[in-house]
RNA sequence: GGCCUCGUGGCGGAGUGGUUACGCAGAGGACUGCAAAUCCUUGCACCCGAGUUCGAUUCUCGGCGAGGCCUCCA
C-alpha cells in the first residue's frame, strides 16, 4: 500500500491546523448539520454544502471511495416548520381537511426536494446518509441510536432534569463545557443577555425536550408528548451512523455556538466519551455585494433565484459557476458573493476544455497539495486554471485536467449537441471557407454571427502543414 | 459589555523578517481580411500609528474599519 498523503485540516476546538489522522483509515467518518426544511435554501446555505463537498471527495481520493461516510441531516422538526405549515395550509387544517401533521410533512418534502435540486446543479455529490431528524426522535426497529433514548440517559447520568414542561441539559454539570466555542459560562452573564428562565437551574441550560400542546406536532415520550429540542437530533443522527466519537464535523461559523457546543456536551455526557468528533470545522459567512445578506437590505438570494431567475445582476447564473465562484475563496474567510466575481469564474470556466474523462487520468499534483492542506481551494482553482491551458495545447493533457477538475467537482461538461445541428454547422463552415475564398468576407461574416447568435463560436486557425485556414467551432457554456 | 475572525494592487487572492506569487480585468504587441481563441510584453499593493530589529507587508502593542457569536440565522 502506497504512503497515504498527509491531510492537513484546521481545527476550530485546537484553533490551529493539525495533520488529519482517521480513528479507522477503512471507515472516515464525517458528518455536516444539514439545511432545515422550511424555506427555499439561500446562497449562504450553499456554502458548507459545497466546501464539504470537495472536502468528501478529497476523503474518497486519499483514504478510498468505499472507506469514507459522509451524513447531513435533514432537519425536519423545527418550530419554524409547524410556522409555515400553519401559513400556508391553515386554512385547510382549520376546515379539518389536513391535519397539522400532513402539512408539515408537505412543507418539509416539498422544501427537501427543492434543496436537492438546488444542490444537485451546485455539483454536490449525494452524502452517504442523509437521515430526516423525524425518523429519529422516538426508539427505531433497527436499534440505532434515538433522540429519547439519548435524553433517558443523559437524565441517568445526572446531567439533565425535568423542570417546567421542558427536560433540560445542564450545563454545571459538565465540567468542561464551553471547550468549543471558548466560552466561559459565569463570565457570559457579564453581557446578560441570556434570557433567564426561572426554571432553569443555569442560564445557559438549554432543551432538550418541550411538551407539545395538542394542537402542537409531537412525540410520546416518558415526559409526555411533546418534541426535541434544536441540538439534540444532530446528536442522535451522528451516532446512529458515525458512531459516538468520529473523525470530522463540520459546518458554519454560526453554529460553533450554541448548536455545536451543546451538540457536544449531550454527546459527551450521554456516551460518557470524552471527545465527540476530534475535527470541527467551519465555513465563513458570505455577504451580497460587500453587504450583510438580510431581506431588508434587498440582497437576500435563494440558490434557485440565482439558477433559474433575472435576479442577480439582471441574469441566470449556470451552477458550475456559482460552484467556483464559491471556491475561489478560503472556505474559513469570508467571501463577498458579487456579479462581478462571478463573472469572473464564468470567463475561466469558459476556458476550460470540456470532454476529458476523469477515469483516464491522474489528479495533478499541483491541484491536490494545496486542497490537502487545509482546503486550499483557490491554489487548487489556479493550479487547475494552469493545468486547463496545458490541457488546451496537448489534448494529452486533458484527462490529467479533467481527474484534477472532478476533485474539486468542476469538471466542465461537454455541451449536447443534437447529430443534426452538427452537420448543419460543418455544413455552414464548408459554405463559409468557399465565401472566404472568393473574398466574399461580407457573407462569411455574416455566417459566423448568425452562428454565434445561436451560442456556436467558430475557432480559425492554420493547418501546420498546409497553411490552410482550418476552421473549428464549440458551444459557448 | 464579553468572546472570536479578518484588513495585500481596479477585482479575486497566495506568501514571506530582507530580493514582493498568481489569476481576472486594463494597456501594448504578434497572429487574422476583420473577429474569436491563443501567445508575448507590461503598469499597479501589502489600513494607520508606535515598538522590537541592521531591516517588517510579515512579529508585539494601540487605533481605525469590516464581519461573526453571545437572541434555535450556514
Redesign the pocket.
Same mark, same amino acid.
Given at each position: 500500500m502506497a504512503e497515504k498523503p498527509v491531510l492537513t485540516l484546521y481545527n476550530t476546538l485546537t484553533?490551529s491546523k493539525e495533520p488529519f489522522a482517521p480513528i479507522d483509515p477503512d471507515n472516515v467518518r464525517m458528518y455536516v448539520?444539514g /439545511? +432545515?426544511v422550511y424555506d427555499f435554501?439561500?446562497i $449562504?446555505?450553499a456554502?458548507?454544502v459545497i466546501v464539504f463537498d470537495v472536502l468528501f471527495r478529497l476523503l474518497r481520493h486519499v483514504y478510498g471511495e468505499d472507506h469514507v461516510t459522509y451524513a447531513r441531516n435533514i432537519t425536519d422538526v423545527?418550530?419554524?416548520i409547524n410556522a409555515r405549515a400553519l401559513r400556508d395550509f391553515g386554512k385547510e387544517i382549520e376546515d379539518g381537511r389536513l391535519s397539522l401533521n400532513e402539512a408539515i410533512r408537505r412543507v418539509t418534502e416539498k422544501t427537501a426536494n427543492q434543496f436537492h435540486a438546488d444542490i444537485a446543479a451546485l455539483g454536490a455529490m449525494q452524502p452517504t446518509h442523509e437521515p430526516r431528524a423525524t425518523e429519529f426522535v422516538q426508539p427505531r426497529g433497527d436499534g440505532k441510536v434515538d433522540m429519547i433514548t439519548l435524553i433517558e440517559r443523559l437524565i441517568e447520568r445526572g446531567h439533565a432534569y425535568q423542570a417546567g414542561g421542558e427536560v433540560l441539559f445542564d450545563t454545571q454539570s459538565m465540567a468542561d463545557y464551553g471547550q468549543l466555542?471558548?466560552?466561559?459560562l459565569d463570565?457570559?452573564q457579564?453581557?446578560a443577555?441570556? *434570557?433567564v428562565d426561572a426554571h432553569k437551574r443555569n /442560564? $445557559?441550560d438549554f432543551?432538550l425536550w418541550?411538551l407539545s400542546s395538542p394542537e402542537e406536532p409531537g412525540w410520546e415520550s416518558p415526559w409526555g408528548r411533546g418534541r426535541p @429540542?434544536?441540538?439534540i437530533e444532530c446528536s442522535a443522527m451522528s451516532a446512529a451512523y458515525l458512531g459516538e466519537t468520529f473523525d470530522i464535523h463540520g @459546518?458554519?461559523?454560526?453554529?460553533?455556538?450554541?448548536?455545536h457546543e451543546n451538540e457536544i456536551a449531550q454527546s459527551r455526557c450521554a456516551h460518557g466519551t470524552p471527545v465527540m468528533s476530534n475535527v470541527w470545522m467551519?465555513? @465563513?459567512? !458570505? #455577504?451580497v455585494e460587500?453587504?450583510?445578506?438580510s431581506k431588508s437590505e434587498g440582497n437576500f438570494f435563494t440558490i434557485s433565484e440565482l439558477l433559474h431567475e433575472e435576479k442577480f445582476g439582471g441574469r441566470k447564473w449556470p451552477g458550475e459557476v456559482l460552484r467556483l465562484a464559491m471556491l475561489? +475563496?478560503?472556505y474559513?474567510? /469570508?467571501?463577498?458573493f458579487?456579479v462581478?466575481?462571478l463573472?469572473?469564474a464564468e470567463? !475561466?470556466l469558459a476556458?476550460w476544455p470540456a470532454g476529458g474523462n476523469p477515469a483516464e487520468g491522474r489528479v495533478d499534483e499541483s491541484v491536490r497539495a494545496p486542497l490537502l492542506?487545509d482546503l486550499?481551494t483557490?491554489?487548487a482553482v #489556479?493550479a487547475l486554471?494552469?493545468l486547463a491551458?496545458c490541457a488546451? *495545447?496537448d489534448p494529452l493533457m486533458l484527462p490529467v485536467f479533467a481527474a484534477s477538475a472532478e476533485l474539486l467537482g468542476v469538471l466542465p461538461k461537454k455541451a449536447e449537441v443534437s447529430k443534426a445541428l452538427e452537420d448543419s454547422i460543418e455544413t455552414l463552415i464548408q459554405l463559409r471557407l468557399e465565401m472566404?475564398k472568393a473574398k466574399n468576407?461580407?457573407e *462569411?461574416?455574416k455566417i459566423?454571427d448568425d452562428l454565434a447568435e445561436k451560442g456556436i #463560436?467558430?475557432?480559425?486557425?492554420?493547418d501546420p502543414g498546409t497553411g490552410e485556414r482550418v476552421t473549428t467551432w464549440e458551444v459557448r457554456r
Open positions: 484553533r448539520c /439545511p +432545515t435554501a439561500h $449562504g446555505n456554502r458548507p423545527d418550530d419554524k466555542s471558548k466560552r466561559n463570565e457570559q457579564a453581557g443577555r441570556v *434570557a /442560564p $445557559g432543551v418541550k @429540542g434544536w441540538h @459546518g458554519g461559523l454560526d453554529l460553533i455556538f450554541p448548536h467551519h465555513n @465563513g459567512f !458570505l #455577504q460587500g453587504r450583510k445578506m475561489m +475563496t478560503h474559513r474567510e /469570508p467571501i463577498d458579487s462581478k466575481r463573472e469572473e470567463r !475561466l476556458k492542506d486550499n483557490v491554489a #489556479q486554471h494552469a491551458q488546451n *495545447a472566404l468576407f461580407a *462569411a461574416d459566423r #463560436q467558430l475557432k480559425d486557425g492554420k
